[in-house]
């Protein structure tokens, strides 16, 4: 089958699989993945991607993808079109990082594994997660892989998560105004523009705009799919 052929391709998942959790994914438990706990996401599996807690050697690979020119630009990292040598986050930077996610009670955080290749091609987080307003943010990153609807699925997947699984009421993010591609993805899972922050971001001799969006849960009973 292709999720066998998958475990051939990525050995942390066919690991995880391997278990009673990860065959039964109805629930979010904790797991030892490269020595950290992470919570497992129900129903992980895409036809395009697979996610799943990022492993100790996935810091690497995420490392790279983090210092593409264009997630820095499109993320807002950097203030410049300009290329820069310097490394605004150093691989034992990404590695306390992540450990510490790993271990927190405010967000989620998953590796984004292209299923046809087995490569990890960026990470998508539940973040900032507030259990008195049932609310929380959403982000995503991926470097080199894009047009082929994987963040699309990935996001549809997690949005699932957080109303089908938290029970959470409202998921909401911040995409810059130069970034029309990104908001094509989030308005397709469900996501509506809910007002603009103009002028947040400085850059090259400019300023650009960040457009606020969100979806609550009505919003994905009415269209889950």
Known sequence: ?????????????????????????????????????????????GELVVLRPPSEADVAVLHALMRDPEVSVLTGSVHTSTPSSDDAWTFERLQQIYATWAKASDRHVWAIVETSSGAVVGEVLLTDLDEGNASCGFRICIAGATGRGLGTEATRLVV??????????????????????????????????????????????????????????????????
Do not use: C
């Not at 999720?3 to 109805?26: K, M, Q, S, Y």
């Not at 810059?176 to 397709?188: G, L, T």
């Not at 300023?207 to 979806?215: E, G, R």
């Open 160 to 225: 699932r998560h957080a109303f089908e699984t938290e029970r959470l009421h409202r998921v909401a993010l911040e995409v810059y105004a130069f970034n029309p591609r990104a908001r094509r993805v989030y308005e397709k899972v469900g996501f509506v523009v809910e007002g603009t922050m103009r002028d947040a971001l400085r850059f090259d001799d400019g300023w650009v705009d960040a457009h606020l969006m969100a979806i609550i849960v009505d919003d994905w009973l009415a269209d889950p799919s």
């Open 1 to 45: 089958s292709d999720r066998n052929e998958f475990r051939e391709l990525d050995p942390v998942i066919g690991e995880l699989d391997r278990t009673p959790v990860g065959r039964a994914a109805r629930a979010v438990q904790p797991a030892m993945i490269g020595g950290w706990p992470s919570p497992l996401l129900p129903r992980s599996w």
